[in-house]
């Protein structure tokens, strides 16, 4: 695999490090003191800085308004986003939208795209993908109460669905409900574009999330669909196409997120180098020169830098052999990255002693809000069965 870095990709990832630096960075602590929603008019300023550059959207497609970065290159861009909680949202690359950009691009009819995706890509509305429910597994969302039954033109939609982030001040929802119950289990549902505005289209409450009810942007909704009724031109794909499409939107996805990951890492192990090696604990002695410490410098150095191989890696499969055949190499990156992840925060946070459970370093935002990393997009253990599935199928009937 070549691991090589063109030069466009140089001269675009240094703009963005010294964007975040420079710009974003200095934002984190109005946003570990104030809601998402106060600080949209100067996200906003952000956003325009960010179009001014030529450095919008550097995932989505050209045609709408995008870079067209491909998946590897926006690997790179993703790494230097996590570097802060708002990069990928300033850079209008942030999920749920970005999984929803792709699903519209890819089964969207042309009417669709140019209502909601293009607006979308331009960063004029949000979205959001209302799949999860409260009763009932997310891990197995065949599982799934919320029906879509036809009634004219249109579907009426009925259900209770939680988690479904980013939903305050979203403009549409992409919601998985069920329009063929008498299918066989994953030809059952289907994906149903439901502007939030209306009537039916119940949001309950922000979910308050490690005690934060978090808003707007950085807001996970409950909702109460309540014979929400929409033309049936708004499905999305096939009528019962909904988990064929779960799927597609899932793999790069992917690759996003665990690159985001380690922008976290990096970010994490910078902060904990930097206290470790200005922190006295002695007189002229610093934490730094404790062996505990030096063991975690190095076993956190020698975790990121396998981590990150590791999600080249699939993202160099997905582009060589797609995403199907990448699947085992897909669910290693996903529970890999999460746990290098919580260990390099949480190792962060013990060098910085009480200062580490503050807000006033990013360390404890980032300890509260990517434990969820390990649950989301596939709970860990759901990934490891999947590949140990894999691996066993590999030997089954072969005797060595
Ligand atoms: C911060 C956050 C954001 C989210 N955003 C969205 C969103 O935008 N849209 C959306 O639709 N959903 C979203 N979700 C929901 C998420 O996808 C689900 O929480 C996830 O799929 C797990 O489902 P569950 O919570 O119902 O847990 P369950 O399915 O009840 O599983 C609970 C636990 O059981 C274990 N487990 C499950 N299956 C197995 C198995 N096969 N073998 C062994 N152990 C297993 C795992 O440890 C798992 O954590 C979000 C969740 C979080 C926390």
């Not at 019962?240 to 192990?269: D, K, S, T, Y």
Request: with cysteine.
């Amino acid at each position: 695999m070549d691991f090589s870095v063109s030069d466009k990709m140089k001269i675009i990832t240094n703009m963005i490090d010294e964007f975040v630096d420079k710009e974003l960075i200095p934002m984190e602590p109005a946003l570990l003191t104030r809601s998402f929603k106060e600080l949209l008019p100067e996200l906003e300023q952000k956003r325009r800085m960010v179009k001014q550059m030529e450095l919008w959207a550097p995932n989505h497609p050209t045609e709408y308004g995008g870079m067209g970065l491909n998946l590897k290159e926006h690997a790179l861009v993703s790494e230097c986003l996590g570097r802060t909680p708002i990069g990928h949202y300033v850079f209008g690359c942030q999920a749920p939208d970005a999984g929803n950009i792709e699903i519209l691009y890819m089964f969207g009819t042309e009417e669709q795209k140019e209502k909601w995706l293009r607006p979308l890509v331009e960063g004029k509305i949000r979205s959001c993908f209302s799949m999860t429910e409260v009763e009932l597994p997310g891990s197995n969302p065949v599982m799934m109460d919320t029906m879509a039954v036809k009634d004219g033109d249109d579907y009426v939609i009925n259900g209770q669905k939680w988690y479904t982030s980013s939903s305050d001040g979203a403009r549409f929802a992409i919601v998985m409900a069920v329009t063929n119950p008498e299918a066989s289990r994953y030809l059952q549902a289907s994906m149903i574009i439901v502007p939030t505005d209306t009537p039916g289209f119940n949001q309950v409450r922000n979910i308050p999330v490690m005690g934060e009810p978090g808003s707007d942007y950085f807001g996970h909704g409950e909702i109460l669909y309540q014979n929400c009724r929409v033309p049936q031109k708004n499905l999305l794909g096939p009528e019962g196409g909904g988990f064929v499409i779960a799927q597609e939107r899932l793999g790069p996805g992917r690759i996003h997120h665990c690159m985001r990951w380690v922008g976290i890492c990096n970010r994490c192990f910078d902060l904990l180098c930097s206290r470790a090696a200005t922190r006295p604990i002695a007189p002229g002695k610093t934490l730094a020169g404790k062996e505990i410490i030096q063991m975690w410098i190095a076993e956190c150095a020698a975790d990121i830098q396998a981590a990150r191989l590791m999600v080249l890696y699939a993202a160099d499969r997905i582009d060589t052999v797609g995403a199907k055949a990448a699947r085992k190499e897909i669910s290693m990156i996903k529970f890999v990255v999460a746990n290098t992840m919580m260990r390099v925060i949480d190792r962060a946070l013990q060098v910085h002693g009480g200062l580490g459970m503050t807000d006033d370093t990013i360390i404890a935002w980032y300890y509260r809000h990517e434990r969820a990393s390990r649950i989301y997009d596939g709970a860990d253990e759901v990934h490891k069965v999947s590949v140990a599935k894999r691996i066993i199928k590999e030997y089954e009937g072969k005797q060595r």
